[in-house]
């Protein structure tokens, strides 16, 4: 966070040096999102345990086809001072697919719209139900680049983890 916050600082100095409009060091962001992951065989399958700070929540879809969000949310990190982090665990079974995104998947834009609005994000998952991890990845970066006709303008990045 300290490199961070310094990186922020030095980058709205040059950009204010520079006769930059609407961004002053002390309008620097300083804050950061985290999405923090660990996975641990079990007898029964795979223990994942979550912890999301201001980052977008990892979904899990189940074989039937439900989706449920993988973590609770929490404060990004930076904005408070020692906010009591929590981690959540959960055991992925056979079929099991755990998908985890940046916020250029779920705040693509289309005008006013955004690819997560009204779940969206969540939707296209329900319909890769059966894909393989490649196969499911691919199809929802297609989604999203669909979604607007100009080209993403955030980071887009995508990690599936399926268990078998």
């Known amino acids: 966070l300290d490199d ?14 520079a006769g930059g409009e609407g961004l002053t060091p002390e309008g620097a962001p300083r804050f950061l999102s985290l999405l923090y992951g660990e996975l641990v065989p079990t ?5 994942c345990t979550l912890a999301s700070a201001g980052h977008p929540l990892p979904l899990l879809l189940r074989p039937d086809g439900l989706v449920e969000c993988a973590a ?10 020692d906010p009591g982090y ?5 055991v992925l079974h056979d079929g099991d697919t755990l998908l985890c995104v940046t916020d250029g998947v779920t705040e693509r834009r289309d005008g ?19 894909l393989t ?6 199809r929802i970066r297609r989604m999203v680049h669909e979604f607007s006709e ?12 399926q268990a078998r």
């Open 4 to 17: 961070a916050t310094e990186a922020a600082d030095a980058a709205a100095r040059a950009l204010a040096a």
């Open 43 to 47: 007898g029964d399958g795979m223990r």
């Open 72 to 81: 609770e949310p929490q404060v990004l990190l930076g904005v408070v001072d």
């Open 86 to 90: 929590t981690s959540e665990s959960l």
């Open 112 to 130: 006013h719209r955004q690819f997560d609005d009204g779940d969206g994000l969540s939707r296209a998952l329900a319909g890769c139900t059966g």
């Open 133 to 138: 991890a490649p196969l499911l990845a691919e």
């Open 150 to 161: 100009s080209p993403p303008d955030d980071d887009l990045a995508l990690l599936v983890l």
